[in-house]
């Protein structure tokens, strides 16, 4: 019987002892501002759940490989004799010595800042964080939100004003070979801000953060799900919990929860498969009308999607001459043509 139970759109747990804490990422998520991860992610991830598997991709590999880099480029053209990193701070072995978490004493909210700049008292007086990407036109006219609320968490957390974002602009070659890569002003920008004028009301986002706890990690209940959103995991969460052995009520109410959501729409979908099929239908007469000798194939391309009608020709006995006669080679039919029409989506170019 699985840990959980289906109630409609979310999913209910027994409220977990030690819960994962809200870092910088998953703060923006649960605020609904983080376009990569959903509200019921966060939930499942901090609840322990279910959580994605990390695995590197050639995005961390480069960003893991380039920080090193963006940290000295700032220290030598912006003359930050004072930014210090975690390894400064910590020791080589940070990680494991913090747990992954810079901040033990908040019980919720936590995470691992990328650099600081110390004041002549050597406490924190700015927070840097480094990001590389290859969409530069995300960084045209601002910060993205949710890097920005990622960076003003920390601040909030150390009791500082003041933020610098660092932002590397890929492409193919440097993620291929990122250590090649050399920060310079035509690939790297930096974006500063003051929390208290971005976010003049940041403790008030941090008091929907921690409510959303309140309501969610603490009672065990998920938020609502979406089922396209979220479908990957749902997916896990189901086919991990149908098994012989599984809560034949708990089963039943998610069944009845998927069926009428099928109902509801069932006549909507059924109308708009028909309109598809006649389209499709009309296609294919089109289509045929546009062969030419020795064309194989034609196509009809749309704005996302490409109608591909393929022709191929076969041979084919007359079986009752053939049995009349004998003959095999004297009625041996001309080849004639067959159709087939598939619908793929279109590639990028």
Partial sequence: MSDWKWVDQHIE???????????????????????????????????????????????????????????????ESYLMDNLRTPTDIYGPDYFNKTYGDF??????????????????????????????????????????????????????????????????????KDYEHPDLFIPSVQNTITRSFKVSQRYPRFGDLVKRALAWWEQTVKTGISPDFDEKRDAEILKALRSSTVSPDEDVAALVAEAETLKRQLDDNSKTIKATQDRLTAITDKLKEIAKGQFKDGDTEVLIPGSRYVWKMTRSMSQKLDEKKLKEDGLYQKYLKAPEPSYRMTVSEKKEA
Avoid: H
């Fill in 13 to 75: 747990v027994k409220p977990p002892k030690r819960p994962k804490k809200l870092t910088a990422t998953r703060f923006a998520a649960v605020l609904g501002l983080n376009p990569w991860a959903s509200p019921f992610e966060t939930w499942c991830a901090v609840t322990r759940v279910w959580e994605k598997p990390y695995e590197d991709t050639i995005y961390t590999t480069a960003g893991k490989a380039i920080e090193p880099k963006q940290i000295a480029y700032m220290r």
């Fill in 103 to 172: 901040f033990p004493s908040d019980k919720v909210l936590g995470g691992m800042w990328d650099s600081l700049l110390m004041d002549e008292k050597g406490k924190p007086s700015t927070v840097l964080e480094f990001k590389t990407t290859k969409r530069a036109e995300d960084w045209a006219d601002d910060i993205p939100e949710y890097y920005a609320l990622q960076a003003a968490l920390y601040a909030f957390l150390l009791g500082v004003d003041d933020v610098i974002m660092v932002a590397s602009f890929l492409d193919t």
